[in-house]
C-alpha cells in the first residue's frame, strides 16, 4: 500500500497539472469564430469569456460591443476614410474562457488565420495583457477596452495600443485619496489583488498618502483567486482603521463585502472599485443594505454623459440596448460600445488600411471626440487621459441605494457632485 | 494574539470543510483508482441545488442536504455504471477515469453555465454572527464546519463499524486479495462511488457559504484543493483526508493572518513538502490493512 500510494501520490500532482493543461487545451474551442474577412467587411476581432471568474464582466462588454456593430451595420455601416465608402462591420470572436494562456493563443489566431482588421481587447487587465504584447511584437492595433494595467503603457511612445474606456488604473485612485484627505483619515487600510488593475492602484494610492504624510496601517496583497476573506478582515480590524480599500475584481469584492456581512464588522469608510461598474450584481449578491454606504468610482450610467458628437448619449443608449429594463445596464455595456465608437471614428479619419493609417484616424480625433464616456483622448503611450472617474457612494434609498456622486475627479466635474459623503459610515 | 486566535479557529472551521470535501474524492480514489476531476463539479451542482431551492423554491438551502443525498446516490450510481466498468477494462485506469471525468467536468461546467449563467451566486446568511472564545464568526462558516464533523463521522463509522466498510477497506488495501477473500467487489464499489458522490453533494451546499459564492467554474479550485488534501493526508485514508484539510486550512488561515501575499502558495508548498519527505502521504504509514 505504501509503494503504491508513494506512486500515486507522485502520479495525482502530475494529473493535477495534466488536468491544468486539459483545462487550458479545452478551453481553447473557438465559438463563434468566422472565416477571414471578406472584401466587404471590416472585421473586428475580439475574445470574450463566457465562463470563469471575468465572465461576469467580459460579457456585457461583449454585449456592448455587438450592439455597435449592429448599430453601424444597421445604418449600412460605418465610413472608412481610405476607401471613400461605408462598409459593413463583422465582429469575429473567440471564448478564451477567462484564461489569459488561452487568450494569447486566441489573440494570434484572430490575426494569423482570421486576418481580421483591428483587434478589441477582452475585459480587464489580466485577459488584456497577451494582447498587448501580441499588439506591439506584430505592430497591430488593438482597442483595448478596460485593460487598464499601468505596465501596459510605461515604455514609451506606442502607437498599437489605444485604451478607449478608463484611465490607466494608477490614475484611478487619485480624487479617492484626495477625498480621503478632506474627511481627516488618518489610519488606511489597502488589501489589494495581485494583479496588473488592483496592484497599481494599491500603489498609486499608498504614494499619493505618502506625500501627505500617511502611512497605510495594513498593505497587503492576496491572489486575484482569494474567495476567504475572513481572516483578512480580522487582520485589517486590528488595525483600527479610519478607512479601507479593498482593490479586486467582482468576486473578489463581492466575497469580501459579504465577509463583513457575515461577521458584523463594520468599518467607517469601505470602497470596492466594481460597485460601480455592477451595481444590479452588488445588489444581488451582498445586499443593498451591505452596500449602502460604500464608496466606488462612478462611471457611466452614473455618470450621465448626453453631449456627444458620435454615437448615442448615456440616456439613449441606454434607452435602445435594453429596451424597459434600463437598471441593467451597467458600465462595462457602455464600454464595449465605447470601443466601438473608438473603432468607428479611427476608421472614419484613417489615412490608410495599414494598421498606423488606422491608428493615424485616433489621433485626428484625440481630444475632439465627446462619446457617452466623455472626451476621448490619448497620450502617445496609448493611455486614456480624457476620460477620469469622480468617487461615488451608495446612498441608501428607500429599500434599496443610488450611487451618488460625492468627489470629482477634475474641477470640471464638480458640477456632477450630487451629494456630500456621508463619513463616518452610520452602524448597520 | 487575538489575531492568531482568530487564525487558528477559522483555519479549523475551513479545514473540517477542506476535509470533507476531499474525502469523497478520496474514498473513490481508494477503492477504484480513479481520478475523478469532475468532483469539484459535483460539489459546485450540490451548491446549484442549493440556491435553487433558496431563490426557486424559497425553502431554507440547508434542506438541500437531505434533499440532495437520494439525488446523488441516484446520479453516483448511473454515472458509475456508464464509466466505471469501462474504465476498469482499459489498460490504463488510472489515466483513462482522468480523461473520462476531465469529459464530465466540462460537461457538468457547461451545463451550469447554461442553467445558472456565469455570475457569481451567492445565499444569503444563516443569521448573525457567532461568538467563538471572544470573537465573532460567519454563523454559515460555523454551522458548515459543525455539519461537516458528523459526515465525517459517519463515513468513519460507515468504514470501521460495518460490514460493508471492512468490505470496502479489503479493497482499499489489495482489491485482489479481496476478490480472492470472497469480497463482491463490484458491489462495494458502486457503493463507494454513491457514497463518494453522495458526499460531495453535501459539501456542495456548504460550500456555497464557506467560498462566499460559486460560479460554473469554481469546481476546478475545488478539485485541485481536494487533491491537494488527500495527498497530504495520504490516499485511500479518510483519517488522513481529515487531517489533510485541517493542516491545509490552517495553513491558508495563518498564511493571510501573518504573511498575506504567501496565501496562494502555502498549501501547494505543504504539497511539495509531502509529497518530496513523504510520498505516501502523511498517515500513509498508518493504513489499516483490512
Not at chain 1, 115 to 136: E, Y
Not at chain 1, 164 to 172: D, E, G, I
Not at chain 2, 103 to 119: F, H, I, K, P, R
Request: charged share 10%; with cysteine; net charge positive.
Amino acid at each position: 500500500m505504501n509503494d503504491f500510494a508513494k506512486r500515486t501520490s507522485i502520479g495525482l500532482v502530475a494529473s493535477s497539472m495534466a488536468f491544468a493543461g486539459l483545462a487550458a487545451l479545452s478551453t481553447g474551442s473557438a465559438m463563434g469564430a468566422s472565416p477571414k474577412s471578406s472584401s466587404n467587411t471590416i472585421s473586428v476581432g475580439t475574445l470574450y469569456a463566457s465562463t470563469g471568474s471575468f465572465a461576469t464582466s467580459s460579457l456585457p462588454e461583449y454585449a456592448g460591443l455587438q450592439f455597435w456593430a449592429k448599430s453601424v451595420n444597421a445604418h449600412g455601416g460605418m465610413y472608412v476614410a481610405p476607401l471613400k465608402k461605408k462598409e459593413k462591420v463583422k465582429i469575429v470572436a473567440y471564448n478564451d474562457q477567462s484564461d489569459p494562456a488561452t487568450a494569447t493563443t486566441l489573440y494570434n489566431q484572430l490575426l494569423t488565420q482570421n486576418h481580421v482588421n483591428v483587434m478589441v481587447a477582452d475585459f480587464g487587465s489580466v485577459l488584456t495583457a497577451p494582447a498587448i504584447t501580441i499588439a506591439k511584437d506584430q505592430k497591430q492595433l488593438l482597442f483595448d477596452v478596460t485593460g487598464s494595467g499601468t505596465s501596459f503603457f510605461s515604455n514609451g511612445a506606442n502607437p498599437y495600443v489605444v485604451l478607449t474606456s478608463l484611465p490607466v488604473s494608477a490614475v484611478w485612485p487619485k480624487p479617492v485619496a484626495k477625498l480621503l484627505e478632506s474627511l481627516k483619515t488618518k489610519r488606511v487600510a489597502i488589501l489589494y489583488c495581485q494583479n496588473d488593475f488592483d496592484q497599481a492602484q494599491a500603489t498609486a494610492i499608498q504614494g499619493f498618502l505618502k506625500q501627505k504624510g500617511i502611512t497605510p496601517v495594513y498593505f497587503q496583497g492576496v491572489p486575484t483567486t482569494q474567495s476567504d476573506y475572513s481572516t483578512l478582515v480580522q487582520s485589517i480590524k486590528a488595525t483600527n482603521p479610519d478607512a479601507v480599500l479593498e482593490l479586486g475584481y467582482p468576486n473578489n469584492d463581492i466575497a469580501f463585502l459579504n465577509e463583513l456581512k457575515a461577521t458584523g464588522t463594520h468599518f467607517k469608510f469601505v470602497l470596492t472599485p466594481f460597485l460601480g461598474q455592477l451595481p444590479t450584481l452588488f445588489s444581488q449578491d451582498v445586499g443593498a443594505s451591505t452596500v449602502a454606504n460604500t464608496y466606488t468610482y462612478a462611471v457611466p450610467p452614473t455618470l450621465v454623459i448626453n453631449k456627444v458628437n458620435l454615437g448615442l448619449g448615456l440616456t439613449a443608449f441606454v434607452h435602445h440596448f435594453a429596451p424597459g429594463k434600463a437598471s441593467t445596464v451597467n458600465f462595462l455595456d457602455v464600454a464595449g460600445y465605447n470601443a466601438g465608437l473608438a473603432v468607428q471614428a479611427a476608421f472614419a479619419h484613417a489615412t490608410s488600411m495599414s494598421q498606423l493609417g488606422i491608428r493615424a484616424g485616433i489621433t485626428a480625433v484625440n481630444g475632439k471626440l465627446q462619446t457617452l464616456e466623455g472626451t476621448f483622448k490619448v497620450d502617445k503611450t496609448g493611455e486614456q487621459v480624457g476620460e477620469l472617474l469622480p468617487v461615488a457612494q451608495a446612498v441608501p434609498h428607500g429599500n434599496g441605494y443610488v450611487l451618488k456622486i460625492v468627489y470629482p475627479a477634475t474641477p470640471s466635474q464638480k458640477t456632477m457632485v450630487n451629494a456630500t459623503p456621508i463619513y463616518p459610515a452610520p452602524t448597520k | 494574539m487575538q489575531l492568531f486566535q482568530y487564525a487558528v479557529i477559522n483555519g479549523i472551521l475551513f479545514g473540517l470543510f477542506f476535509g470533507l470535501i476531499g474525502i469523497g474524492l478520496n474514498l473513490l480514489f481508494g477503492v477504484m483508482r480513479l481520478v475523478n476531476l469532475a468532483h469539484g463539479d459535483l460539489i459546485v451542482l450540490g451548491g446549484y441545488l442549493a440556491y435553487s431551492l433558496s431563490t426557486i423554491a424559497h425553502i431554507n438551502p440547508l434542506w438541500a442536504i437531505p434533499l440532495s443525498i437520494p439525488l446523488a446516490l441516484v446520479l453516483g450510481f448511473l454515472l458509475y455504471q456508464v464509466t466505471v466498468p469501462r474504465l476498469k477494462r482499459a489498460a490504463d485506469t488510472e489515466t483513462a477515469s482522468l480523461i473520462v471525468f476531465f469529459g464530465v467536468s466540462q460537461v457538468l461546467e457547461a451545463a451550469a453555465t447554461m442553467m445558472y449563467g456565469a455570475n457569481q451566486v451567492t445565499l444569503p446568511s444563516l443569521g448573525g454572527p457567532i461568538d467563538l472564545f471572544g470573537q465573532l464568526y460567519p454563523s454559515s462558516v460555523v454551522l458548515s464546519a459543525g455539519l461537516s464533523i458528523p459526515a465525517l463521522g459517519v463515513l468513519y463509522a460507515y468504514l470501521y463499524k460495518t460490514r460493508l466498510g471492512l468490505s470496502t477497506r479489503a479493497v482499499m488495501a489489495d482489491e485482489h486479495e479481496a476478490i480472492a477473500s470472497g469480497v463482491r467487489v463490484r458491489f462495494v464499489a458502486t457503493t463507494a462511488f454513491m457514497i463518494g458522490i453522495a458526499f460531495a453533494a453535501i459539501a456542495g451546499t456548504l460550500s456555497v457559504y464557506m467560498l462566499g459564492g460559486i460560479n460554473p467554474t469554481t469546481g476546478s479550485a475545488l478539485t485541485v484543493t481536494a487533491f491537494t488534501v488527500i495527498i497530504i493526508g495520504s490516499l485511500g485514508n479518510p483519517l488522513g483526508t481529515a487531517v489533510g484539510g485541517l493542516l491545509v486550512g490552517l495553513a491558508s488561515s495563518l498564511t493571510q493572518a501573518y504573511a498575506t501575499e504567501w496565501t496562494g502558495m502555502v498549501p501547494y508548498v505543504l504539497l511539495l513538502l509531502v509529497v518530496l519527505l513523504k510520498p505516501s502521504g502523511l498517515f500513509g504509514g498508518k493504513v489499516r490493512r483490512a
